[in-house]
């Protein structure tokens, strides 16, 4: 029998009281004035700053004045290991207070166990586990933007075992997290290792002389965009459908990433003739963050989103998947893109400037060689189902798993 065992058995072997968090807690819920920021001072924790499980002081560096700081002190000072709890955007987010020179802005309900009863680093635990954010998500509310209202959020109920009980959780999940967080820190070291170690490989790989062929990159591929009038006069958004959009969020490294699709199943499709996506076409963002690409791995199934360009291989003799690896080298990042973008706050490009790219044409046989090359070693670096990022991820459910059956209790019987 393990120590929690022997606890659990000695101080509640009938089961466990759940309570309300307004019946355990003192709260305050930041509403009202909004803090006026400075560029010094006290740091102001906002919803933005809240990550699961700990303050993302790196995120917004915004400070509060002290004269704001002591209005705020009147609504309940914020003291180191008092629990936070987002209500918007995102909602259900929980971290722990490590710093006592912070300020609270609205959207953040302040949380502090009643002495004697509730431990506060528990409480944190409790309210990131997956028993609480699955009964939370059940009753917030909103569309876009989930959200929940203070006074639901005080009525729900959490396991309240005796104290014992909870400080011996406490300390296995801190120790657990520890341990954690110090073999992730290892993997992430590692996979970053293996990624600059990628890096150095790939640009050595694409790295050509005059010994290969140079052209414009207008020479040998269309390049277009969609229309600012065929958008605003012929393209639906819309939440659910099977045509999607991509737009730039959708194109990073070299891959579609679709977390956050855009559906058009309702546009005129008879307008749209150019900006419709088949098998590999390559995709290039233009506008802000430039230079991202990707290639399309299915016909009829995508069209172009504003800023985002079109780049369709006409050339036979170019392989789209050599040209996607090349695309995303520092000689060409340095060297192509920056020599055309724009000088405004926002960086952009033309397509006439992205006509003017100077690529390099080696023998098809070379270039299929480098694709089978890089095409490893990027799955072995960066392939969320293999490797590094998916002990990773092992290593979070584990621990997930391990906390939520900690937190798992039978629940007393009223009397």
């Not at 490797?387 to 007393?412: M, N, V």
Request: proline share 3%; aromatic share 12%.
């Amino acid at each position: 029998m393990s120590k929690l065992d022997g606890l659990i058995s000695k101080f509640c072997p009938d089961g466990v009281e759940y309570i309300s968090l307004e019946n355990c807690c003192d709260y305050v819920d930041y509403r009202g004035k909004t803090p006026k920021k400075t560029d010094r001072g006290i740091f102001l924790v906002t919803a933005k700053n809240i990550r699961q499980g700990y303050i993302d002081y790196e995120s917004s560096k915004e400070y509060v004045s002290s004269d704001d700081y002591e209005e705020i002190m009147h609504r309940g000072l914020p003291e180191i290991g008092d629990v936070l709890f987002t209500t918007e955007a995102p909602c259900g987010f929980v971290a722990q207070i490590d710093n006592d020179k912070v300020a609270l802005a609205q959207r953040v309900i302040k949380y502090r166990g009643h002495k004697g009863i509730l431990n506060n680093s528990f409480l944190k635990y409790v309210l990131l586990g997956e028993e609480f954010q699955t009964k939370l998500h059940k009753i917030s509310t909103g569309s876009t933007v989930e959200g929940i209202k203070g006074s639901r959020l005080h009525k729900m109920e959490i396991p309240v075992p005796p104290l014992e009980v909870q400080n011996e959780i406490v300390r296995i999940l801190d120790k657990f997290t520890s341990l954690e967080a110090e073999l992730e820190a290892e993997l992430e070291a590692e996979l970053e290792a293996r990624r600059k170690q990628y890096e150095y490989y790939r640009d050595s790989l694409l790295t050509f002389g005059d010994d290969v062929e140079w052209s414009s990159l207008g020479d040998n591929a269309i390049v277009t965009k969609l229309a600012g009038f065929e958008f605003t006069e012929h393209v639906r958004y819309q939440d659910s459908g099977e045509i999607i959009a991509l737009r730039g969020l959708n194109v990073k490294k070299g891959h579609l990433v679709l977390d956050d699709v855009k559906y058009i199943d309702g546009s005129n499709f008879e307008k749209l003739n150019r900006s419709k996506l088949f098998i590999n076409d390559m995709l290039f963002t233009y506008v802000g963050t430039v230079g991202q690409v990707a290639l399309i791995d299915k016909s009829e199934k995508y069209y172009l989103a504003p800023n985002v360009a079109l780049i369709r291989f006409q050339n036979k003799q170019i392989n789209p998947e050599f040209m996607k690896f090349y695309f995303q080298t520092y000689h060409f990042q340095r060297f192509q893109i920056d020599k055309y973008s724009g000088s405004s706050s926002m960086k952009n490009l033309t397509m006439e400037n992205i006509r003017k790219f100077s690529i390099p044409i080696p023998e098809l046989e070379i270039q299929n060689k480098i694709v089978k090359i890089l095409t490893n070693f990027e799955i072995m670096t960066e392939d969320i189902s293999s490797g590094l990022p998916a002990e990773i991820e092992a290593r979070h459910k584990q621990y997930e798993y391990y906390r939520d059956k900690l937190l798992t209790f039978k629940r007393k019987e009223a009397v």
